[in-house]
């Protein structure tokens, strides 16, 4: 189990919202404020810009005070999750949505819920052909085939 | 009559079999998703929001509204049974339910939960049914200026019902305003932060963008829990569950009591379950003569909370429907769905689509109705499936976000937007920035804008349009005290408490 300072996290991201916010609002005085006596297309991202920058800078303030708190998060298996996420979408280019979610589903349960084989093959198993029923043949909406679209 | 005519209308679409099956499938998936700890009705909502693009709307509505009603109730089960609450709204249940099971009153705090939960049901759906058409008729007179007041006035609720952390609740509702800017405008089509790509043209994608917040992102934050199988040691029979006659004497008037309280806590944008279910629990407490035995197993506790959050899952979607402003974060994730399917909640629908409004009131009488048998009954089977791991089901809900978000526009560019907005629920979740507000603004933003420049451009009066209406300006008044109040109040407090000469008791 982990520990992570949520507090100086929250602070960096308050820091980064100030910039982001005045970018936006710089870019909507480009768009356009006021055109003809109307508001124009940056009129409403201008002050979204403004909020955000001045939301961010008070996030900032608020969260300082806590930046040296820790809590215990395991951030490392959550951070593997949402890696091994990410892996399965890149793999879904190659290898079509079910091929990779079933090579997802059974690496998964097995490599970082520990549990055995079986579980993720049966789990993997009912997953992909319920989602092949649903999609390919209830909603008719084909999902990606990857290296069988030659086929 | 017109009430009951609407209803008979009602219950002709909802009484179909197509119909019937939806309300029971939104029923059982929000019991699982409600009994589940870290997952949730938002989650769930947004998983089969693809599946339901099939669908006729009203049949879709159904099922999206029982699943989350269901979730109201599905989240007592692991709150009495285990003290671990499904979400927030059952805090209370878990405080005073848990104390039952440990007394060996499992059963009884089961049925209830759910019997209050049904109650909070039926009285909500009946002032649903009755303030919905008197609403929308206000809202009729709603100009420009008024929706974009009562639009506003729904983005300051949020940080004035929050205990804690109001800035985050800020920042949220500015990023989802922020991101719904992105696209074509829609007086001008100028192309506004797309980046040259074509595929951000018509905006953030919300389905996308739902789904990867709560589908992703939270559920991939509560990875870290692990199974909670190994904890459900208690097995309740099915004739364990039926309290004794002379226990429900004392819980008549405290089910009614709160359900009222919980509904109409739930039509106020922001305020949401939790509050309700705590406010009700307060107001029975205050209520009670012997106060000492809250928190120890209290029947009429555990009855304020479950009708308190149920009622105010009921009252969120009476702005939604009426007015076109979501109640809860779940409602907004609703009214994404309602605009992809090309309907515009609001006070026309009544009119417009009467069939879709009364069916959906007509559907929330049956599918409460099938809660309360299902709670009941079917306890041991729920029960089973709180012990699958959430190392299976975490991956799980992953493959069906990424075949539901793909099946939307056969795009893969969504599916990255998904994991995207995956990443940022996850770093939102860590800093424990709310997600709901975030959701809101993405869903209210395009409206809350078109509503204030039309306002400003019909008017030649510029911002003083919105003070020189009496509407706008009562509506814009009372955004303003629930902004100023809190922070009057806070630095009240801290004054007294630097001046208060009484000790700290010991």
């Known amino acids: 189990m982990g520990s992570v300072r949520t507090g100086l996290i929250t602070c960096l991201f308050g820091a980064l919202l100030v910039p982001l916010g005045l970018a936006v609002t710089f870019e909507s005085i480009e768009l356009g404020y006021i055109r003809y006596g109307v508001p124009a297309a940056g009129f409403f ?33 959550q951070l593997t999750w949402l890696a091994a996420a990410f892996v399965f979408v890149l793999a879904t280019h190659w290898l079509g949505l079910l091929l990779s979610g079933f090579v997802f589903l059974v690496l998964t349960i097995r490599v970082l819920g520990g549990l055995p ?3 993720g093959l049966l789990t993997a198993t009912l997953a992909c052909g319920l989602l092949w029923l649903v999609f390919e043949v209830w909603l008719l909406v084909p999902l990606p085939p990857g290296l069988f679209e030659s086929l | 009559m017109d009430l009951l005519a609407n209803l008979a209308l009602g219950f002709q679409a909802a009484l179909s079999p197509a119909n019937i ?9 929000g019991t699982i998703f409600g009994a589940f700890p870290g997952l949730s009705a938002p989650t769930a909502i947004a998983l089969l929001l693809p599946l339901t693009f099939a669908l006729d709307p009203t049949s879709a509505v159904i099922m999206l509204a029982g699943i989350y009603y269901g979730s109201q109730y599905g989240n007592s089960i692991s709150a009495v049974l285990l003290g671990i609450p499904g979400d927030s709204a059952a805090v209370v249940t878990a405080i005073e339910g848990h104390k039952m099971t440990e007394q060996g009153r499992g059963g009884h705090a089961l049925t209830i939960a759910a019997t209050s939960s049904f109650t909070a ?16 008729w206000f809202g009729l007179r709603f100009g420009d200026a008024e929706y974009a007041a009562v639009i506003l006035l729904a983005f300051c609720m949020l940080p004035a019902f929050a205990t804690e952390g109001r800035i985050k609740m800020v920042v949220a509702v500015v990023l989802g305003l922020m991101l719904a800017t992105i696209g074509l405008d829609y007086a001008t089509a100028r192309p506004r932060f797309t980046f040259n790509q074509t595929f951000l043209l018509d905006g953030v994608p919300f389905v996308a963008a739902i789904i990867g917040l709560f589908g992703i992102g ?11 199988a190994s904890r459900i040691s208690t097995t309740i029979r099915l004739r364990e569950l039926v309290p004794p006659a002379r226990a429900w004497r004392p819980l008549g008037a405290p089910m009614l009591r709160s359900s009222v309280l919980g509904f109409f806590i739930g039509v106020l944008p922001g305020a949401g379950a939790t509050i309700a279910s705590f406010a009700a629990y307060a107001m029975e407490r205050a209520i009670a003569r012997d106060k000492t035995t809250f928190g120890q197993g209290r029947a009429e506790g555990l009855v304020a ?6 009622g105010a899952s009921i009252g969120a979607m009476l702005p939604m429907i009426a007015l076109g402003i979501p109640g809860s974060g779940a409602t907004a994730v609703m009214l994404g769905g309602f605009l992809i399917w090309g309907l515009e909640p609001g006070p026309t629908l009544f009119e417009r689509d009467p069939v879709f409004v009364w069916g959906l009131i007509a559907s929330m009488l049956i599918g409460n109705v099938m809660l309360l048998a299902m709670n009941v009954l079917l306890v041991p089977a729920f029960t089973w499936v709180l012990k699958v791991p959430y190392a299976v089901l975490a991956p799980l809900i992953v493959v069906f976000c990424a075949a539901g978000t793909y099946a939307v526009n056969n795009s893969f560019a969504d ?21 709901a507000p975030l959701v809101l603004g993405l869903v209210l933003g395009p409206a809350f804008e078109s509503h204030l420049r039309r306002a400003l451009q019909i008017s030649d009066q510029g911002l003083l349009t919105f003070v020189t209406r009496p509407l706008s300006a009562s509506i814009l008044a009372l955004a303003a005290i629930l902004v100023v109040a809190p922070l009057v109040v806070a630095r009240y407090r801290a004054r007294h408490r630097a001046t208060d000469p009484t000790p700290a008791p010991r």
């Open chain 2, 218 to 228: 939270d559920v991939l934050y509560n990875a870290g829990i692990g199974g909670i």
């Open chain 1, 45 to 77: 991202p201008f002050w979204a810009g403004l909020a955000l920058a001045i939301s961010g800078a008070l996030l900032v303030l608020v969260s300082w005070r806590e930046r040296r708190a820790r809590h215990d998060l395991d951030w490392p298996v």
């Open chain 2, 21 to 29: 099956g939806f309300v029971f499938i939104g029923a059982v998936v």
């Open chain 1, 117 to 119: 084989v079986w579980v």
């Open chain 2, 305 to 310: 909370g479950e009708a308190g959050n149920s």
């Open chain 2, 121 to 136: 049901g039926i009285i909500g759906v009946m002032i649903f049914a009755a303030a919905g058409p008197p609403l929308a």
């Open chain 2, 415 to 435: 599916v990255w937007i998904m994991m995207a907005f995956g990443a940022l629920g996850y770093l939102l979740r860590l800093m424990n920035v709310p997600l």
